[in-house]
C-alpha cells in the first residue's frame, strides 16, 4: 500500500512559469510533511517542509500549500528557472521515526 | 544541519560477491536508515539502523541479504550481500538528528553488479 501518492510523473514549465506538484497521503497520524530537490547523482536535500497545523509555507519561491482535511499538499515553484529543474519527492513522517516517500516529480524547465 | 559521507560513492560488483558500504555523520543523530533508489524511481526504505543492536527491517529486506552495523551514534555499514544484477541501485544513508527537524541524506552510493 502506497502511503504517499505523488503526481504529475514529469512536468515541463516554462522559464518564469509556476511548477505545482501534488501529493496525498492516507495516514492522519502523519505529522511532518517535507519536500525534497533531488538533482543527477545526488542524494536528496530538503526542499521545505510543513507541519499540519499551518496551512501554507512559503520560502523564497517555494510553497507548500496544505489541506489537512482533503489529506492533501502540494509544492509551488514560482517564477520557476532552468536551474530548478530536478526530480522532486514529497514525503510524510510520524514523530521522525519513518519516512514515506511520493514516486518522484522530474521537472523540466524550458528556458 | 548535517553533512552525511558515504563510501564507496561507486563501484562495479561482479554477481556473487558483496560490497559493505560505509555513512559517516558529522553531527551525533538519533536514528539513522538505509535507502535504495533505483534509477528514476523513488525512495525505498530498506532497515533502520540501531544503535547496539540489530536493525529493523522493513518487509521484502532481510538481514542475510543486507547486514546492517552501527557501532556508534555517528557511524554505519550496509552490507549487499551475495549480488545480483538486480542489486544495481543506488544505496542512499539518512540520518535525523537530536534536534529532530528532518531526515538529511548522503549523496549515495551507486553500485552495478555486472
Known amino acids: 500500500q502506497q502511503q504517499v501518492k505523488q503526481s504529475p510523473q514529469s512536468l515541463i514549465v516554462q522559464k518564469g512559469g509556476i511548477s505545482i506538484i501534488n501529493c496525498a497521503y492516507e495516514n492522519t497520524a502523519f505529522d511532518y510533511f517535507p519536500w525534497y530537490q533531488q538533482f543527477p547523482g545526488k542524494g536528496p536535500a530538503l526542499l521545505i517542509a510543513?507541519?499540519?497545523?499551518?496551512s501554507e509555507k512559503k520560502e523564497g519561491r517555494f510553497t507548500i500549500s496544505f489541506n489537512k482535511s482533503a489529506k492533501q499538499f502540494s509544492l509551488h515553484i514560482m517564477d520557476s528557472q532552468p536551474g530548478d529543474s530536478a526530480t522532486y519527492f514529497c514525503a510524510a513522517s510520524k514523530g521522525f521515526n519513518k519516512f514515506y516517500f511520493g514516486s518522484g516529480t522530474k521537472l523540466n524547465v524550458k528556458p | 544541519s548535517a553533512v552525511i559521507s558515504q563510501k564507496p560513492s561507486r563501484d562495479i560488483c561482479q554477481r556473487g560477491t558483496s560490497l559493505t558500504i560505509q555513512c559517516q555523520v558529522d553531527?551525533?543523530?538519533?536514528?539513522m536508515f538505509w535507502y535504495r533508489q533505483q534509477p528514476g524511481q523513488s525512495l525505498t526504505l530498506i532497515a533502520t539502523?540501531?544503535?547496539?543492536?540489530?536493525?529493523?527491517?522493513e518487509s521484502g529486506f532481510v538481514i542475510d541479504k543486507f547486514p546492517i552495523s552501527r557501532p556508534n551514534l555517528t557511524f554505519s555499514t550496509l552490507t549487499v550481500s551475495n549480488m545480483s544484477p538486480e542489486d544495481s541501485s543506488i544505496y542512499l544513508c539518512s540520518a535525523t538528528l537530536f534536534s529532530g527537524n528532518t531526515i538529511y541524506f548522503g549523496e549515495g552510493s551507486w553500485l552495478t553488479v555486472v
Open positions: 539502523a540501531n544503535q547496539g543492536s540489530e536493525a529493523t527491517y
Open positions: 510543513i507541519r499540519p497545523d499551518v
Open positions: 553531527s551525533q543523530v538519533t536514528m
